[in-house]
Protein backbone atom coordinates (compact mmCIF):
# COMPACT_ATOMS: atom_id res chain seq x y z
CA UNK A 1 0.00 0.00 0.00
CA UNK A 2 0.99 3.48 -0.96
CA UNK A 3 2.21 5.53 2.20
CA UNK A 4 0.35 8.59 2.67
CA UNK A 5 1.98 12.02 2.87
CA UNK A 6 2.73 13.23 7.04
CA UNK A 7 0.19 16.05 6.47
CA UNK A 8 -2.72 13.62 5.16
CA UNK A 9 -1.74 11.06 8.02
CA UNK A 10 -3.98 10.55 10.96
CA UNK A 11 -1.27 9.84 14.05
CA UNK A 12 -2.84 7.24 16.81
CA UNK A 13 -4.82 5.61 14.23
CA UNK A 14 -3.62 2.79 11.47
CA UNK A 15 -4.57 3.50 7.68
CA UNK A 16 -7.73 1.70 6.97
CA UNK A 17 -10.98 2.44 6.12
CA UNK A 18 -10.84 5.57 8.66
CA UNK A 19 -8.27 7.58 6.35
CA UNK A 20 -10.04 7.03 3.25
CA UNK A 21 -12.82 8.70 4.95
CA UNK A 22 -10.88 11.37 6.10
CA UNK A 23 -9.62 12.31 2.53
CA UNK A 24 -12.99 11.94 1.01
CA UNK A 25 -14.36 14.68 3.48
CA UNK A 26 -11.68 17.01 2.77
CA UNK A 27 -12.38 16.71 -0.74
CA UNK A 28 -16.04 16.95 -0.35
CA UNK A 29 -16.09 19.91 2.09
CA UNK A 30 -12.87 21.50 -0.26
CA UNK A 31 -15.36 21.18 -3.41
CA UNK A 32 -18.46 22.58 -1.53
CA UNK A 33 -16.83 25.36 0.09
CA UNK A 34 -13.19 26.28 -1.68
CA UNK A 35 -14.46 25.74 -5.20
CA UNK A 36 -17.49 27.69 -5.31
CA UNK A 37 -15.66 30.45 -4.27
CA UNK A 38 -12.88 29.91 -6.69
CA UNK A 39 -15.39 29.52 -9.97
CA UNK A 40 -17.66 32.81 -8.28
CA UNK A 41 -13.86 34.83 -8.64
CA UNK A 42 -13.46 33.55 -11.74
CA UNK A 43 -16.81 34.29 -13.31
CA UNK A 44 -16.85 37.94 -12.17
CA UNK A 45 -14.64 38.47 -15.43
CA UNK A 46 -17.14 36.75 -17.63
CA UNK A 47 -18.95 38.62 -19.79
CA UNK A 48 -20.86 36.15 -21.48
CA UNK A 49 -24.09 33.75 -20.12
CA UNK A 50 -24.35 30.31 -19.85
CA UNK A 51 -24.38 28.28 -22.29
CA UNK A 52 -22.58 30.61 -24.84
CA UNK A 53 -18.63 30.09 -24.60
CA UNK A 54 -17.00 32.20 -21.91
CA UNK A 55 -15.52 35.37 -23.32
CA UNK A 56 -14.08 38.05 -20.29
CA UNK A 57 -13.37 41.27 -19.99
CA UNK A 58 -13.56 44.00 -17.15
CA UNK A 59 -17.29 44.82 -18.10
CA UNK A 60 -19.03 43.29 -14.98
CA UNK A 61 -16.39 44.85 -12.86
CA UNK A 62 -17.04 48.58 -14.14
CA UNK A 63 -20.86 48.28 -13.93
CA UNK A 64 -20.51 46.84 -10.40
CA UNK A 65 -18.21 49.64 -9.45
CA UNK A 66 -19.57 52.65 -10.93
CA UNK A 67 -23.28 52.02 -11.21
CA UNK A 68 -25.08 54.24 -9.08
CA UNK A 69 -27.87 52.09 -8.81
CA UNK A 70 -25.23 49.03 -7.05
CA UNK A 71 -23.48 51.59 -5.04
CA UNK A 72 -27.09 52.78 -3.34
CA UNK A 73 -27.61 49.05 -3.11
CA UNK A 74 -24.74 48.76 -0.79
CA UNK A 75 -25.35 51.68 1.16
CA UNK A 76 -28.50 50.14 2.11
CA UNK A 77 -27.35 47.34 2.84
CA UNK A 78 -25.39 49.15 5.70
CA UNK A 79 -28.52 51.49 6.45
CA UNK A 80 -30.55 48.26 7.23
CA UNK A 81 -27.58 45.97 9.22
CA UNK A 82 -26.82 49.19 11.43
CA UNK A 83 -30.43 49.98 11.78
CA UNK A 84 -31.31 45.91 12.63
CA UNK A 85 -28.74 45.63 14.73
CA UNK A 86 -29.31 49.13 17.08
CA UNK A 87 -32.60 48.44 17.89
CA UNK A 88 -32.59 44.64 18.34
CA UNK A 89 -29.86 44.28 20.61
CA UNK A 90 -30.24 46.56 23.39
CA UNK A 91 -34.05 45.03 23.37
CA UNK A 92 -32.54 41.83 23.15
CA UNK A 93 -29.88 42.34 26.11
CA UNK A 94 -33.00 43.76 28.12
CA UNK A 95 -35.13 40.63 27.22
CA UNK A 96 -33.25 38.21 27.88
CA UNK A 97 -32.08 39.82 31.61
CA UNK A 98 -35.31 39.78 32.26
CA UNK A 99 -36.24 36.36 31.51
CA UNK A 100 -33.19 35.04 32.82
CA UNK A 101 -31.88 36.97 36.01
CA UNK A 102 -35.74 37.86 37.43
CA UNK A 103 -38.78 37.09 38.59
CA UNK A 104 -40.58 37.56 35.88
CA UNK A 105 -43.71 35.51 35.67
CA UNK A 106 -43.71 32.50 33.09
CA UNK A 107 -40.04 33.58 32.05
CA UNK A 108 -39.74 29.54 30.75
CA UNK A 109 -43.56 30.34 28.49
CA UNK A 110 -41.73 33.44 27.27
CA UNK A 111 -38.45 32.32 26.25
CA UNK A 112 -40.13 29.53 24.60
CA UNK A 113 -42.42 32.25 22.51
CA UNK A 114 -39.06 33.97 21.28
CA UNK A 115 -37.69 30.32 20.07
CA UNK A 116 -40.99 29.74 17.87
CA UNK A 117 -41.05 33.61 16.76
CA UNK A 118 -37.12 32.21 15.33
CA UNK A 119 -38.69 29.39 13.10
CA UNK A 120 -41.50 31.21 12.19
CA UNK A 121 -41.14 31.11 8.35
CA UNK A 122 -39.92 34.72 7.06
CA UNK A 123 -41.78 34.74 4.18
CA UNK A 124 -45.23 33.88 6.12
CA UNK A 125 -45.16 36.48 8.63
CA UNK A 126 -44.23 38.77 6.08
CA UNK A 127 -47.15 38.34 3.90
CA UNK A 128 -49.03 38.88 7.20
CA UNK A 129 -47.62 42.03 7.99
CA UNK A 130 -48.27 43.46 4.48
CA UNK A 131 -51.87 42.33 5.06
CA UNK A 132 -51.96 44.76 8.16
CA UNK A 133 -49.48 47.67 6.68
CA UNK A 134 -50.37 47.60 3.49
CA UNK A 135 -50.27 51.55 2.38
CA UNK A 136 -53.70 51.13 1.10
CA UNK A 137 -55.26 48.15 1.84
CA UNK A 138 -53.62 47.01 5.46
CA UNK A 139 -56.28 46.27 8.00
CA UNK A 140 -54.75 48.52 10.75
CA UNK A 141 -54.96 51.96 8.01
CA UNK A 142 -58.24 50.87 7.50
CA UNK A 143 -59.12 51.04 10.70
CA UNK A 144 -57.41 54.67 11.49
CA UNK A 145 -59.18 55.97 8.84
CA UNK A 146 -62.10 55.83 10.97
CA UNK A 147 -60.77 58.21 13.14
CA UNK A 148 -61.80 61.69 12.59
CA UNK A 149 -58.33 63.53 12.21
CA UNK A 150 -56.75 60.96 10.16
CA UNK A 151 -57.06 61.30 6.39
CA UNK A 152 -54.93 58.43 5.27
CA UNK A 153 -53.25 55.46 6.81
CA UNK A 154 -50.29 56.69 8.40
CA UNK A 155 -48.26 52.77 8.28
CA UNK A 156 -46.30 51.83 4.94
CA UNK A 157 -44.97 48.18 5.01
CA UNK A 158 -43.00 48.85 1.77
CA UNK A 159 -40.68 51.33 3.38
CA UNK A 160 -37.27 51.12 4.71
CA UNK A 161 -38.75 50.87 8.22
CA UNK A 162 -41.15 48.67 7.22
CA UNK A 163 -38.49 46.27 6.32
CA UNK A 164 -36.42 47.13 9.96
CA UNK A 165 -40.07 46.02 11.72
CA UNK A 166 -40.59 42.60 10.13
CA UNK A 167 -37.02 41.98 10.72
CA UNK A 168 -37.50 42.43 14.06
CA UNK A 169 -40.44 41.08 14.52
CA UNK A 170 -39.02 37.64 12.87
CA UNK A 171 -36.15 36.49 13.72
CA UNK A 172 -33.47 39.61 14.73
CA UNK A 173 -34.56 40.12 18.43
CA UNK A 174 -35.53 36.42 19.03
CA UNK A 175 -32.32 34.85 17.41
CA UNK A 176 -30.27 37.36 20.46
CA UNK A 177 -32.42 36.41 23.04
CA UNK A 178 -32.52 32.50 22.64
CA UNK A 179 -28.44 32.64 23.02
CA UNK A 180 -28.18 35.31 25.47
CA UNK A 181 -30.91 34.06 27.93
CA UNK A 182 -28.41 31.07 28.83
CA UNK A 183 -25.61 33.20 29.21
CA UNK A 184 -27.20 35.34 31.58
CA UNK A 185 -28.80 32.07 33.49
CA UNK A 186 -25.56 31.19 34.01
CA UNK A 187 -23.45 33.84 35.17
CA UNK A 188 -22.13 34.23 38.70
CA UNK A 189 -24.59 36.67 40.85
CA UNK A 190 -21.77 37.88 43.31
CA UNK A 191 -20.92 40.88 40.83
CA UNK A 192 -24.81 41.67 40.51
CA UNK A 193 -24.93 41.43 44.85
CA UNK A 194 -21.84 43.68 45.41
CA UNK A 195 -23.38 46.12 43.28
CA UNK A 196 -26.87 46.30 45.26
CA UNK A 197 -24.95 46.08 48.58
CA UNK A 198 -23.57 49.74 47.08
CA UNK A 199 -27.03 51.10 46.91
CA UNK A 200 -26.66 50.21 42.56
CA UNK A 201 -30.77 49.73 41.55
CA UNK A 202 -31.27 46.93 39.41
CA UNK A 203 -31.40 48.24 36.00
CA UNK A 204 -27.75 50.22 37.24
CA UNK A 205 -26.24 47.30 38.19
CA UNK A 206 -27.36 45.55 34.76
CA UNK A 207 -25.85 48.59 32.86
CA UNK A 208 -22.77 48.96 35.12
CA UNK A 209 -21.91 45.41 35.89
CA UNK A 210 -23.90 42.93 34.33
CA UNK A 211 -23.23 44.04 30.47
CA UNK A 212 -20.03 44.54 30.47
CA UNK A 213 -19.53 41.08 32.70
CA UNK A 214 -21.58 39.72 29.75
CA UNK A 215 -19.35 42.03 26.84
CA UNK A 216 -17.21 39.51 25.28
CA UNK A 217 -20.19 37.30 25.03
CA UNK A 218 -22.13 40.31 23.55
CA UNK A 219 -19.35 41.14 21.25
CA UNK A 220 -19.08 37.88 20.14
CA UNK A 221 -22.96 37.53 19.35
CA UNK A 222 -22.79 41.12 17.64
CA UNK A 223 -20.12 40.14 15.26
CA UNK A 224 -22.13 37.21 14.26
CA UNK A 225 -25.69 38.95 13.90
CA UNK A 226 -23.95 41.33 11.27
CA UNK A 227 -22.67 38.52 9.56
CA UNK A 228 -26.00 37.52 9.42
CA UNK A 229 -27.56 40.10 8.50
CA UNK A 230 -26.68 39.95 5.47
CA UNK A 231 -27.72 36.57 4.66
CA UNK A 232 -31.50 37.99 4.75
CA UNK A 233 -33.26 38.54 1.18
CA UNK A 234 -36.45 37.30 1.11
CA UNK A 235 -37.89 40.17 3.09
CA UNK A 236 -35.95 42.66 0.88
CA UNK A 237 -37.41 41.35 -1.85
CA UNK A 238 -40.80 41.46 -1.16
CA UNK A 239 -40.86 44.65 0.91
CA UNK A 240 -38.24 46.56 -0.96
CA UNK A 241 -39.16 45.03 -4.76
CA UNK A 242 -42.18 47.09 -5.36
CA UNK A 243 -40.61 50.45 -4.35
CA UNK A 244 -36.97 50.23 -5.79
CA UNK A 245 -35.17 49.71 -2.18
CA UNK A 246 -32.14 47.38 -3.14
CA UNK A 247 -29.94 45.62 -0.57
CA UNK A 248 -27.56 43.98 -2.25
CA UNK A 249 -28.59 40.59 -1.91
CA UNK A 250 -32.14 41.71 -3.19
CA UNK A 251 -29.99 43.79 -5.89
CA UNK A 252 -27.91 40.23 -6.78
CA UNK A 253 -31.54 38.51 -6.73
CA UNK A 254 -32.93 41.37 -9.05
CA UNK A 255 -29.93 40.84 -11.56
CA UNK A 256 -30.24 37.46 -11.50
CA UNK A 257 -33.87 37.42 -12.51
CA UNK A 258 -34.09 40.08 -15.11
CA UNK A 259 -34.27 39.09 -19.44
CA UNK A 260 -31.61 38.22 -19.98
CA UNK A 261 -30.25 37.67 -16.12
CA UNK A 262 -26.99 39.50 -15.59
CA UNK A 263 -25.18 37.23 -14.12
CA UNK A 264 -21.49 38.94 -14.05
CA UNK A 265 -22.68 42.07 -12.86
CA UNK A 266 -23.98 39.52 -10.34
CA UNK A 267 -20.71 37.84 -9.79
CA UNK A 268 -18.82 40.82 -9.44
CA UNK A 269 -21.24 42.18 -6.50
CA UNK A 270 -21.19 38.80 -4.45
CA UNK A 271 -16.96 39.55 -4.80
CA UNK A 272 -17.05 42.56 -3.73
CA UNK A 273 -19.08 42.02 -0.26
CA UNK A 274 -16.86 38.94 0.09
CA UNK A 275 -14.05 40.97 0.00
CA UNK A 276 -15.58 43.44 2.74
CA UNK A 277 -16.66 41.47 5.02
CA UNK A 278 -13.29 39.15 4.91
CA UNK A 279 -12.50 40.95 8.24
CA UNK A 280 -15.43 40.05 9.92
CA UNK A 281 -14.90 36.43 9.22
CA UNK A 282 -11.69 36.93 10.27
CA UNK A 283 -12.34 38.17 13.80
CA UNK A 284 -15.33 35.85 14.11
CA UNK A 285 -13.36 32.43 13.97
CA UNK A 286 -11.26 34.25 16.23
CA UNK A 287 -13.26 35.23 18.71
CA UNK A 288 -15.64 32.05 18.64
CA UNK A 289 -12.48 30.11 18.80
CA UNK A 290 -10.74 31.27 22.12
CA UNK A 291 -14.01 30.49 24.48
CA UNK A 292 -11.94 32.73 26.93
CA UNK A 293 -15.54 33.88 28.56
CA UNK A 294 -15.95 32.64 32.18
CA UNK A 295 -19.29 33.89 33.73
CA UNK A 296 -19.89 30.62 35.38
CA UNK A 297 -17.36 29.68 38.19
CA UNK A 298 -16.97 27.36 40.97
CA UNK A 299 -18.21 29.43 43.34
CA UNK A 300 -21.19 30.34 41.00
CA UNK A 301 -24.44 32.30 42.72
CA UNK A 302 -27.33 32.16 41.17
CA UNK A 303 -30.21 34.78 42.40
CA UNK A 304 -33.06 36.86 40.70
CA UNK A 305 -33.23 40.46 40.82
CA UNK A 306 -37.18 41.40 42.16
CA UNK A 307 -39.10 43.21 39.81
CA UNK A 308 -41.60 43.78 42.81
CA UNK A 309 -44.28 45.99 41.84
CA UNK A 310 -43.10 45.99 38.56
CA UNK A 311 -43.59 42.15 37.85
CA UNK A 312 -47.07 41.85 36.26
CA UNK A 313 -46.59 45.32 33.96
CA UNK A 314 -43.04 43.73 32.71
CA UNK A 315 -44.83 40.73 32.21
CA UNK A 316 -47.66 41.95 30.15
CA UNK A 317 -44.86 43.91 28.05
CA UNK A 318 -43.17 41.13 26.94
CA UNK A 319 -46.17 38.84 26.59
CA UNK A 320 -47.11 41.15 24.41
CA UNK A 321 -44.10 41.36 22.49
CA UNK A 322 -44.32 37.44 22.04
CA UNK A 323 -47.81 38.15 21.05
CA UNK A 324 -46.88 40.01 18.56
CA UNK A 325 -44.26 38.26 16.58
CA UNK A 326 -45.99 34.82 17.14
CA UNK A 327 -49.88 34.31 17.29
CA UNK A 328 -50.80 37.98 15.63
CA UNK A 329 -49.53 37.22 12.35
CA UNK A 330 -50.48 33.88 12.19
CA UNK A 331 -53.90 35.30 12.90
CA UNK A 332 -53.91 37.37 10.14
CA UNK A 333 -52.17 34.86 7.64
CA UNK A 334 -55.17 32.96 8.62
CA UNK A 335 -57.86 35.71 8.28
CA UNK A 336 -56.15 36.30 4.96
CA UNK A 337 -56.66 32.98 3.24
CA UNK A 338 -60.66 32.96 3.82
CA UNK A 339 -60.22 36.59 2.35
CA UNK A 340 -62.59 37.33 -1.15
CA UNK A 341 -60.08 39.87 -2.28
CA UNK A 342 -56.81 40.39 0.61
CA UNK A 343 -57.12 43.51 2.36
CA UNK A 344 -60.51 44.12 1.96
CA UNK A 345 -62.02 44.13 5.24
CA UNK A 346 -65.19 46.25 4.38
CA UNK A 347 -67.38 46.98 1.93
CA UNK A 348 -67.50 43.51 0.75
CA UNK A 349 -70.50 42.30 -1.65
CA UNK A 350 -71.87 39.80 0.24
CA UNK A 351 -69.16 39.79 2.98
CA UNK A 352 -65.51 39.76 2.79
CA UNK A 353 -65.33 35.26 3.65
CA UNK A 354 -64.81 32.78 1.32
CA UNK A 355 -63.64 29.77 0.99
CA UNK A 356 -63.21 28.89 -2.64
CA UNK A 357 -59.19 29.77 -2.43
CA UNK A 358 -59.04 26.78 -0.18
CA UNK A 359 -60.74 24.90 -2.62
CA UNK A 360 -58.72 25.62 -5.52
CA UNK A 361 -55.00 25.56 -3.98
CA UNK A 362 -56.00 22.01 -2.23
CA UNK A 363 -56.82 20.43 -5.63
CA UNK A 364 -53.92 22.42 -7.66
CA UNK A 365 -51.51 20.29 -8.99
CA UNK A 366 -48.56 22.66 -8.39
CA UNK A 367 -49.87 23.41 -4.95
CA UNK A 368 -49.61 18.59 -4.50
CA UNK A 369 -46.38 18.96 -6.44
CA UNK A 370 -44.51 21.84 -4.62
CA UNK A 371 -45.37 20.03 -1.25
CA UNK A 372 -44.58 16.89 -2.32
CA UNK A 373 -41.02 18.67 -3.20
CA UNK A 374 -40.29 20.03 -0.07
CA UNK A 375 -40.87 16.40 1.67
CA UNK A 376 -37.79 15.30 -0.47
CA UNK A 377 -35.89 18.10 -0.55
CA UNK A 378 -36.30 18.53 3.58
CA UNK A 379 -35.84 14.79 4.12
CA UNK A 380 -32.76 14.78 1.76
CA UNK A 381 -31.08 17.34 2.79
CA UNK A 382 -31.50 16.68 6.76
CA UNK A 383 -30.40 12.99 6.21
CA UNK A 384 -27.60 13.63 4.21
CA UNK A 385 -26.28 16.95 5.79
CA UNK A 386 -26.59 14.52 9.30
CA UNK A 387 -24.77 12.08 8.38
CA UNK A 388 -22.12 14.39 6.40
CA UNK A 389 -21.95 16.78 9.54
CA UNK A 390 -21.14 13.86 11.83
CA UNK A 391 -18.69 12.39 10.05
CA UNK A 392 -16.61 15.81 9.56
CA UNK A 393 -17.35 16.58 13.74
CA UNK A 394 -15.83 13.09 14.50
CA UNK A 395 -12.67 13.51 12.09
CA UNK A 396 -12.13 17.37 13.87
CA UNK A 397 -12.25 16.02 17.27
CA UNK A 398 -11.11 12.54 17.03
CA UNK A 399 -8.51 12.79 14.70
CA UNK A 400 -5.19 14.55 14.97
CA UNK A 401 -3.47 15.91 11.58
CA UNK A 402 -2.12 19.04 10.75
CA UNK A 403 -5.11 19.36 8.34
CA UNK A 404 -7.62 19.08 10.82
CA UNK A 405 -7.34 22.84 11.49
CA UNK A 406 -7.71 23.46 7.85
CA UNK A 407 -11.23 21.16 7.75
CA UNK A 408 -12.55 23.01 10.88
CA UNK A 409 -12.05 26.60 9.63
CA UNK A 410 -13.88 25.75 6.03
CA UNK A 411 -17.44 24.10 7.85
CA UNK A 412 -17.20 28.18 9.28
CA UNK A 413 -16.83 29.67 6.03
CA UNK A 414 -20.79 29.04 4.74
CA UNK A 415 -22.02 30.60 8.29
CA UNK A 416 -20.36 33.54 7.56
CA UNK A 417 -20.50 34.21 4.03
CA UNK A 418 -23.30 35.72 2.99
CA UNK A 419 -26.50 32.96 1.48
CA UNK A 420 -27.38 34.77 -1.70
CA UNK A 421 -23.12 34.59 -3.13
CA UNK A 422 -22.84 31.27 -2.12
CA UNK A 423 -26.39 30.35 -3.77
CA UNK A 424 -24.86 32.47 -6.80
CA UNK A 425 -21.83 30.64 -6.78
CA UNK A 426 -23.43 27.21 -6.96
CA UNK A 427 -25.52 28.73 -10.03
CA UNK A 428 -22.44 28.93 -12.15
CA UNK A 429 -21.05 25.13 -11.03
CA UNK A 430 -24.53 23.88 -12.12
CA UNK A 431 -24.69 26.18 -15.61
CA UNK A 432 -20.97 26.46 -16.06
CA UNK A 433 -17.96 24.06 -15.49
CA UNK A 434 -18.15 22.39 -19.48
CA UNK A 435 -21.40 21.64 -18.75
CA UNK A 436 -20.45 18.64 -16.93
CA UNK A 437 -23.06 19.25 -13.67
CA UNK A 438 -25.69 21.52 -15.75
CA UNK A 439 -27.84 18.02 -15.83
CA UNK A 440 -28.52 18.88 -11.66
CA UNK A 441 -29.77 21.75 -13.09
CA UNK A 442 -33.37 22.55 -11.26
CA UNK A 443 -33.40 19.17 -9.93
CA UNK A 444 -34.42 18.04 -6.54
CA UNK A 445 -31.14 17.03 -5.76
CA UNK A 446 -29.48 20.07 -6.77
CA UNK A 447 -31.61 21.62 -3.86
CA UNK A 448 -30.88 18.94 -1.17
CA UNK A 449 -26.82 19.41 -2.05
CA UNK A 450 -27.07 23.33 -1.44
CA UNK A 451 -29.63 23.33 1.24
CA UNK A 452 -27.89 20.42 2.95
CA UNK A 453 -24.56 22.05 3.19
CA UNK A 454 -25.83 25.70 4.16
CA UNK A 455 -26.46 24.24 7.36
CA UNK A 456 -23.28 23.17 7.55
CA UNK A 457 -21.39 25.22 10.66
CA UNK A 458 -24.74 24.93 13.51
CA UNK A 459 -24.58 21.09 12.66
CA UNK A 460 -20.90 20.42 13.27
CA UNK A 461 -20.38 22.42 15.89
CA UNK A 462 -23.61 20.87 17.78
CA UNK A 463 -21.70 17.37 17.17
CA UNK A 464 -18.50 18.88 17.87
CA UNK A 465 -19.58 19.54 21.47
CA UNK A 466 -21.61 16.70 22.55
CA UNK A 467 -18.93 14.72 21.20
CA UNK A 468 -16.06 16.21 23.30
CA UNK A 469 -18.22 15.16 26.20
CA UNK A 470 -18.15 11.49 25.41
CA UNK A 471 -14.41 9.59 26.37
CA UNK A 472 -12.41 7.98 23.69
CA UNK A 473 -12.13 5.10 26.22
CA UNK A 474 -15.33 3.17 24.61
CA UNK A 475 -13.75 3.62 21.31
CA UNK A 476 -10.78 1.66 22.31
CA UNK A 477 -12.58 -1.02 24.05
CA UNK A 478 -14.39 -1.44 20.83
CA UNK A 479 -10.89 -1.83 19.25
CA UNK A 480 -9.39 -3.76 21.97
CA UNK A 481 -12.11 -6.06 21.33
CA UNK A 482 -11.86 -6.37 17.77
CA UNK A 483 -14.53 -4.45 15.98
CA UNK A 484 -13.41 -2.33 13.01
CA UNK A 485 -13.04 0.82 13.19
CA UNK A 486 -16.17 1.43 10.95
CA UNK A 487 -18.51 -0.94 13.62
CA UNK A 488 -17.28 1.23 16.46
CA UNK A 489 -18.50 4.13 15.16
CA UNK A 490 -21.67 2.79 13.95
CA UNK A 491 -22.51 1.03 17.29
CA UNK A 492 -20.06 2.74 19.74
CA UNK A 493 -20.48 6.82 18.96
CA UNK A 494 -23.48 6.96 16.96
CA UNK A 495 -25.88 5.89 19.73
CA UNK A 496 -24.10 8.36 22.13
CA UNK A 497 -24.30 10.64 19.85
CA UNK A 498 -28.35 10.08 18.52
CA UNK A 499 -29.57 13.00 20.60
CA UNK A 500 -27.40 15.94 19.27
CA UNK A 501 -28.16 14.19 15.72
CA UNK A 502 -31.64 14.46 15.85
CA UNK A 503 -31.33 17.75 16.93
CA UNK A 504 -29.05 18.31 13.60
CA UNK A 505 -31.43 16.40 11.14
CA UNK A 506 -34.42 18.93 12.68
CA UNK A 507 -32.61 22.12 12.36
CA UNK A 508 -31.49 21.19 8.72
CA UNK A 509 -35.29 20.34 7.73
CA UNK A 510 -36.43 23.33 8.99
CA UNK A 511 -34.32 25.35 7.18
CA UNK A 512 -34.65 23.43 4.09
CA UNK A 513 -38.28 23.30 4.47
CA UNK A 514 -38.36 27.24 5.08
CA UNK A 515 -36.18 28.73 2.47
CA UNK A 516 -37.15 30.74 -1.07
CA UNK A 517 -34.63 31.85 -2.19
CA UNK A 518 -32.49 28.98 -2.93
CA UNK A 519 -35.53 27.33 -4.81
CA UNK A 520 -36.13 30.53 -6.59
CA UNK A 521 -32.66 30.63 -8.04
CA UNK A 522 -31.76 27.04 -8.38
CA UNK A 523 -35.61 25.31 -8.84
CA UNK A 524 -37.41 24.75 -12.04
CA UNK A 525 -40.66 24.24 -12.34
CA UNK A 526 -41.12 20.29 -11.74
CA UNK A 527 -39.18 20.84 -8.81
CA UNK A 528 -40.53 24.15 -6.89
CA UNK A 529 -41.08 24.17 -3.53
CA UNK A 530 -44.01 25.38 -1.01
CA UNK A 531 -41.58 28.50 -0.05
CA UNK A 532 -41.03 29.35 -3.45
CA UNK A 533 -44.56 28.95 -4.58
CA UNK A 534 -45.45 31.00 -1.37
CA UNK A 535 -43.03 33.88 -2.69
CA UNK A 536 -44.14 33.37 -5.99
CA UNK A 537 -47.50 34.35 -5.18
CA UNK A 538 -47.05 37.31 -2.71
CA UNK A 539 -44.57 38.97 -5.28
CA UNK A 540 -47.00 38.74 -7.83
CA UNK A 541 -50.12 39.45 -5.77
CA UNK A 542 -51.77 36.61 -5.26
CA UNK A 543 -51.86 37.35 -1.36
CA UNK A 544 -54.98 34.97 -0.69
CA UNK A 545 -53.48 31.48 -2.17
CA UNK A 546 -49.86 32.87 -0.91
CA UNK A 547 -51.71 33.02 2.59
CA UNK A 548 -52.94 29.22 2.08
CA UNK A 549 -49.59 27.69 0.96
CA UNK A 550 -48.02 29.71 3.69
CA UNK A 551 -50.36 28.01 6.44
CA UNK A 552 -48.67 24.81 5.66
CA UNK A 553 -45.19 26.01 5.47
CA UNK A 554 -45.55 27.23 8.86
CA UNK A 555 -47.42 23.99 9.97
CA UNK A 556 -44.51 22.16 9.02
CA UNK A 557 -41.62 24.26 9.69
CA UNK A 558 -43.22 24.99 13.11
CA UNK A 559 -44.30 21.66 14.10
CA UNK A 560 -40.44 19.87 13.16
CA UNK A 561 -39.23 22.90 15.24
CA UNK A 562 -41.17 22.11 18.18
CA UNK A 563 -40.13 18.21 18.12
CA UNK A 564 -36.71 19.86 18.62
CA UNK A 565 -37.88 21.46 21.05
CA UNK A 566 -39.37 18.68 23.28
CA UNK A 567 -36.15 16.56 22.47
CA UNK A 568 -34.65 19.17 24.92
CA UNK A 569 -32.50 21.07 22.02
CA UNK A 570 -30.86 24.35 23.77
CA UNK A 571 -29.12 26.83 21.69
CA UNK A 572 -26.75 29.25 24.20
CA UNK A 573 -23.89 30.69 24.41
CA UNK A 574 -23.78 30.28 28.42
CA UNK A 575 -20.10 30.25 28.49
CA UNK A 576 -18.67 31.05 25.29
CA UNK A 577 -19.76 29.09 22.06
CA UNK A 578 -18.02 26.20 21.52
CA UNK A 579 -14.43 25.30 21.11
CA UNK A 580 -12.75 24.73 18.27
Known amino acids: MATLPAALRPRGFSLEFKVLVFAAAIITLGFSVIYPIVLLFINSFVTTNPPLPAEYGLDSWRFALSDRGMLIALWNSMVVTFLRQGISFPVAILLAWLIARTNLPGAKLLEFGFWIAFFLPVVSVTQAWILLAHPSAGLLNQTLEYLPFVDE???????????????????????????????????????????????????????????????????????????????????????????????????????????????????????????????LIIGQYYMTSRRNYTTLSGKYQAQVNDLRKWKWPVFGFVLFLVFLMTIFPMIFLVMGSFMKFSGFFYDVPGGPWTTLHWTRILTDGTFLLSMRNTFVMALGAATLSTLFFTVLAYIIVRMRSRLVPILDFLTWVPYVLPGIVLILAWLWILLGTGGIFHPLYGTIFALILVSGLSGITLGVQIVKSNLRQIGAELEEASSIVGAPWLVTLIRVVVPLLAPAMVVVWVLNFVAAAGTAILPALLASSSSKTLALLQFEQVTSGRLEAGSIVGIFVVLLTVGVAIIARVLGFRVGLGSGTPRN
Not at 231 to 244: A, D
Request: glycine content about 6%; proline content about 6%.
Open 153 to 279: GPLNIYSLWGIIWVHLATNSIAIKVMLLTPAFRNMDAALEDASRLCGASSLGTLRRVTVPVMAPIMMTLLLLSILRAFQSVEIEVLLGLPIRYFVFGSKIFDLVQNEPPDFGAATAMGIIILAAIIP
